[in-house]
C-alpha cells in the first residue's frame, strides 16, 4: 500500500501490485494448466519454465510468492524408507 494525496489533497491509500510477482504466477499457471492433472515435477516445471522465459525458478519463490495459487508437496516418508530424494510436485492450490 502506499500513501498519496487525492485530487483535493485529501489524503487516500492506494494498493499497488507488484507486475513482477503476477508475471510468475500467471507463468507457472499456465505451465501447471498444460497437465491433465494440474501438477508436474518441480524439476520439469523449473525446465519448462527456463525454455520458455529464460529465468530460472526456485522452490522458494513458488512457497513465498504464488502462496494460495500452489502447493508444493514433498513426500519425506519415501525419501526416508528409500533412501533416496524424491522431487517436489507442484499442483495448482486446491487441485
Known amino acids: 500500500m502506499e500513501l498519496a494525496a487525492g485530487a483535493d489533497s485529501e489524503p487516500m491509500v492506494r494498493l499497488v501490485t507488484d507486475d513482477a510477482s503476477q508475471a510468475l504466477t500467471c507463468s507457472v499457471l499456465l505451465i501447471l494448466m498444460d497437465h491433465s492433472d494440474s501438477a508436474v515435477p518441480f524439476t520439469d516445471l523449473a525446465a519448462r519454465y527456463r525454455q520458455i522465459f529464460a529465468a530460472d525458478l526456485t522452490i522458494t519463490q513458488l512457497q513465498n510468492e ?24 507442484v499442483k495448482i492450490a486446491g487441485g
Open 66 to 89: 504464488l502462496v494460495g495459487f500452489v502447493e508444493v508437496e514433498m513426500n519425506l516418508l519415501l525419501a526416508f524408507f528409500f533412501n533416496f530424494l524424491i522431487t517436489p510436485v
